[in-house]
């Protein structure tokens, strides 16, 4: 047998978490930041060079028809992939630490291991934590670049997946050259981006993530409405509603600021140990 | 004329800021971490010892009865007064940065400069910057103190002032001794802190700044809404809802988690000059 | 009632630190890193100006007759007294958490509170946490200074106090004018120096706090050995063998390195909390 | 002459040291954070992830049976061979410094070059420096995982090898299959890990790095007594006494917390230089 | 004997350093970063909060009329008065260490001790190390103050005194009533600045400092030709060329950029010892 | 279309950056720690593992001669080509922001883009940004290595390129075998490397850079004077003077400490973003 050794893997992964309601964000940050950040560096500082959290701002009115998630969103950035050896990692000194309390907040089934791929959300149930791994540099700029001098920065990130039985190649037509093209043409848009999901690891059943940037949430408010009129719904898809995806099964997001709530690796020193 | 020598006096300061909605929020954390901390530092690092943000946990349903303030909470501790001179800070080289924007989010007056005392907030209209001077360390505690590893915790920040004309003894015999103590006989509440707002430097009218623990924004529903029955609007009061002060005016809170978003002084390295 | 303002105080404080023997480390240093370095800068940040721990070195052979502790010196820089207010401080909303484990492993007897001023070591038996308040700056330096380019340091550091109805002055011209001078005429003596121990706040029954420094303990042996052969036993002594204290209960010490194993309020960056 | 490039190798790698005996501690630590951490810092910080030194833990009773040393054990994460070009290595600007003192203290003898991969330690003789190559991940798990929260860690870390002319796969299968699972079945053993050691580079002569962990060194001391009745000395092996390696030669050990005494990479901001 | 405890004194200090010329600068920065700056820390971190060096921007073509060095600029905040107990600190474990180099490179006369008050400086010799406390807060603001967003600040720091037996009244006039508004009168002055050098401690023979800021040396240039013909030579000044004050002698100078190059306590963390 | 995944290819980086004169110091010192410094590290910290600026040393007397550069070096180090996919870096959100004020600092041709590759510096008018991509290792040296221990250290940082139509191998055989011996045998120089630029990325015109140390200014600029004497202008070269390369069109360089003014990726925390 030889020694296994990670394959150069560079890779970024957004990680979206939700709770039941706001109550949980005492006891969730509580999680966060007394044990999980801790657990996470010890575990792979050695391989990965970025790891910050964004707090998810306030959902606004039309949120929830575009299954926003209301925790936090975790960005990494990996140089290899940590479930290549397997489906969870291996190798390791110490596992991570998730209280019961932990599970309930964020309505884990029981008996399933954390983080399974096959969890479906559901808008009145579960949003199960939605984990991708993305290229390194976005694959498609519809609008930008931006610099941090222009003003202030309201990230609409979502991932979506086409339905099973849609034809990803017709379906991908209508995303990039009818919806992100259509959003940019308003001028409240101030910058668009979007990368396909890794299939290696694939950890949730998302295909693509993007992010339109706007400069506050009535901006984007009144983008939808206006996309939402301008877009009609292309034959593939089963749901009405505009953006024509089952909202929290088929379609997740969450509002960002530009800057990470903390930038975890440099900020934090606490009980870091060896793996 | 002798040279100025600051006096030692050591004291917290709690500063809740207001923003119009939450659609505000990118551009109010672009003007903090762009602009303000930095200007901060630069200007007081030499006798403040912690400055801390907290950010505004999410309004749940009864908080603007209670005057809820939604951007963040910060503190500070000085060893000196920086008001100690004059109404602004003298003897700098630089002074602070209020960009228009950041201006017309917090709904400025023009022509009064920032942070005036004497402003009045209302509940429909402006929310003006609460700014209080308090001791080192609490001067009651009626229910605690509480460890680290208890549990969450949802911290309860308010500040109240008693209407003209009140006298101040009666009142606050019954804030200490019938309010207070009537949230600490529930279970749900885990501390309750109280200090009197101190007149040197005086930057808002408040009378006493107060905290009330639970572990989540639920026990605070059922909490005020249990006590409310319990606690009778006292004589002296004009207000008659519960808690029986007027919200955003003599009567302001926030809601809090444990610990800051971030710990300035500790965390933060930008274009930190000389001052 | 006027606000309680901290008076300017400042000081130095030692803290010696003994588990019941070597096996109980990795417990003690559990507590140390994971709960109670967390617990202590959240308290005392804003008045504390340095928190740093030393690791105890090994015990070399002779180290016992000596009182000497095993584990830690804990070396804060206050600008106030902790507690100025009562016994243990007051108005602060988290307090420390002490496990039961801890509390084992220091051997703190139950239903007395931590840290009692009153608690009497044994050489055999407790050997109660020592902590000394002591001015900012050296009182004595019977020789001196040093600079880090000169070589390494092995710093003996011990307090002592006299037994009850010595004469202090008496008692105190021997200490000063016989037994350091004698320790200074070694050649391998690089550096020695003592101050009172304060009264205000007093927190253990030791008079005063020295260190004298060599550049290993294989010099301390024969130091020890040579000045035990020139000073003889005062008149004021009880004990019979040098250095005519009764170790663990009126000398007790510590062998340290010069650089702290953790400079706490420069490394530490954990749960830390508001107060 | 194609330029050089350093090859993909993600390791992980433990460097053992130990010092004549503990009286040489402050000489030794002096040369560690006076001038070594810069040194190596400023070498290798654009290849390491993680440069960690843990503070060897006294020896208990029977430590030097398993031939235990008693400096540090330090742990570095590398992205490339350090040792690809020659066996020093090449193409630096700086070289680090090694006092006399340093030479003297860790017995190198002269003219041979540091850290040479063929001396040979021996019980009473020389501990030279164990500097071990390993995977990213740990290969063989054979109880464990263990959470930060489940308690105090006491990791026996150890090195062997087998003597020459043993046949490798017979003696592997005594130390996989019998002595590891040995020490599973004590309820005192909280976690074994083991791995091989890389050949490219390859710094010492052991063919594997293990560690068994306890809560403390009670626990060790009475688990290696248990174990040592319940396992015979196998065929192949030359030394009679449990473990059946010879000590300091064939098998080398040091015990360690779980958390590093200094995290350098994170913590050490002193003389870093270019390369 | 009572203990000695410091005062209350928070002030500004600023120390100017010369070297013999720009070849000096390898050797000079490498004590300041390899020896200084630990041994400072290590000093007084307990009292000093913020220690911060400047390095001196080359000097334009006038720039040694105005008795410029040409090295650093150090910045410390003190809580108390370093020198309170003696003329060099007092009851210190570890002196500074000044190599001969360095002494060489500071052309310090032997057998004065380091910073003496009553050297000379000259145009063509010695330029002392120029020490000065000031209130922690500018006593005279001429002009401005600027905000960090308002341009690029090339600040010209210049202290100077009065020749013996001038009247200081009538001196301060002409410096406050006609030299300072005669800079400020020019459109490329940005801000100025001025305080009185504190007398305890006092260890240097200058009266004031002052700072006068532009965009950049060219305006600064101009500045001073302009000024020169507007502000006529003073009856009790003997010195011929504008200024008026004989440089190196009764002026000294540096030009600044708003930014240290470094903010030591935040940056540094090296081999630093208890004290 | 596969996801583009950046090849592994680990480098160093040279950065060399003129301003018009000294006058433009703050301006451009303003536009790196303002905004430079953030910007870089957002776009790049996931694959940059040291990031450092050394402030150019003053120009001694001949340094124009050899094309030396008075701002700023820049030092990366990189596991990716940040070329990779095109020019200019493609798939970030945020683009750095250059003012116009840098632009003319320095001399940026408008319409051209930032840094290309074939602008041609001159004596009297612009001086490119030189930005070469390095092997991690140096690949020739000539003299050397040196211990951070050995003393000051003035380092010459040149890079030059053949002009076109002169033979490669012959002229790198002068370089290699004849220019840089002379140089060693110099006492006064401590240290000489070299190594060739790299193709992929290939930012600039230049072949090769090189460092050659001495100890201050005075022993380089007698070094040239006697290496000038020493060494003839080769067959090859159009350019009369010594080192017989046209300055800052074929010769560039800049004079360096060891120490970065500024290790960026450790130092600096201020409003960094995802990328």
Same mark, same amino acid.
């Given at each position: 047998?030889?020694?296994?050794?990670?394959?150069?893997? =560079? %890779?970024?992964?957004?990680?979206m978490v939700s709770v039941r309601d706001d109550?949980d964000?005492?006891?969730? $940050? !509580? /999680?966060?930041?007394?044990?999980?950040?801790?657990?996470?560096?010890?575990?792979?500082?050695?391989?990965?060079?970025?790891?910050?959290?964004?707090?998810a701002?306030?959902l606004?009115?039309s949120a929830e028809h575009f299954g926003t998630y209301n925790f936090?969103?975790?960005?990494?950035?990996?140089?290899?992939?940590?479930?290549?050896?397997?489906?969870?990692?291996?190798?390791?000194?110490?596992?991570?630490?998730?209280?019961?309390?932990?599970l309930a907040i964020t309505r884990q089934p029981t008996?399933m291991?954390l983080r399974p791929t096959k969890w479906t959300g559901t808008k009145e149930g579960f949003h199960p934590t939605a984990f991708m791994?993305? =290229? %390194?540099?976005?694959?498609?700029?519809?609008?930008?670049?931006?610099?941090?001098?222009?003003?202030?920065? $309201? !990230? /609409?990130?979502f991932a979506h997946t086409y339905p099973d039985?849609v034809?990803?190649?017709?379906?991908?037509?209508?995303?990039?050259?009818?919806?992100?093209?259509?959003?940019?043409?308003?001028?409240?848009?101030?910058?668009?981006?979007?990368?396909?999901?890794?299939?290696?690891?694939?950890k949730s059943p998302f295909y693509?993530?993007?992010?339109?940037?706007?400069?506050?949430?009535?901006?984007?408010?009144?983008?939808?409405?206006?996309?939402?009129?301008?877009?009609?719904?292309?034959?593939?898809a089963s749901y009405d509603e505009f953006p024509y995806f089952e909202p929290y099964k088929d379609f997740v997001g969450v509002?960002?600021?530009?800057? =990470?709530?903390?930038?975890?690796?440099?900020?934090?020193?606490?009980?870091?140990?060896?793996?």
């Amino acid at each position: 047998m030889q020694p296994y050794e990670p394959k150069w893997q =560079p %890779m970024r992964s957004v990680l979206m978490v939700s709770v039941r309601d706001d109550s949980d964000l005492p006891a969730a $940050y !509580r /999680w966060l930041y007394k044990h999980h950040v801790s657990d996470s560096i010890s575990q792979f500082a050695p391989y990965v060079t970025k790891y910050a959290t964004y707090r998810a701002l306030p959902l606004s009115k039309s949120a929830e028809h575009f299954g926003t998630y209301n925790f936090i969103m975790t960005e990494h950035y990996w140089l290899i992939d940590p479930f290549s050896q397997s489906d969870v990692p291996q190798g390791l000194a110490f596992c991570e630490h998730f209280s019961d309390e932990y599970l309930a907040i964020t309505r884990q089934p029981t008996g399933m291991g954390l983080r399974p791929t096959k969890w479906t959300g559901t808008k009145e149930g579960f949003h199960p934590t939605a984990f991708m791994f993305l =290229p %390194m540099f976005w694959e498609n700029q519809f609008k930008g670049p931006r610099s941090i001098e222009d003003g202030p920065n $309201y !990230r /609409w990130q979502f991932a979506h997946t086409y339905p099973d039985n849609v034809e990803k190649d017709v379906a991908e037509q209508w995303f990039l050259n009818e919806l992100m093209p259509a959003f940019c043409e308003l001028p409240q848009v101030t910058q668009a981006l979007s990368s396909r999901v890794l299939n290696n690891p694939r950890k949730s059943p998302f295909y693509r993530l993007s992010e339109i940037w706007f400069e506050n949430s009535l901006e984007w408010e009144e983008a939808v409405k206006t996309v939402a009129s301008w877009v009609k719904k292309p034959a593939w898809a089963s749901y009405d509603e505009f953006p024509y995806f089952e909202p929290y099964k088929d379609f997740v997001g969450v509002f960002l600021l530009d800057r =990470p709530e903390s930038d975890h690796l440099k900020q934090f020193s606490g009980y870091v140990t060896t793996r």
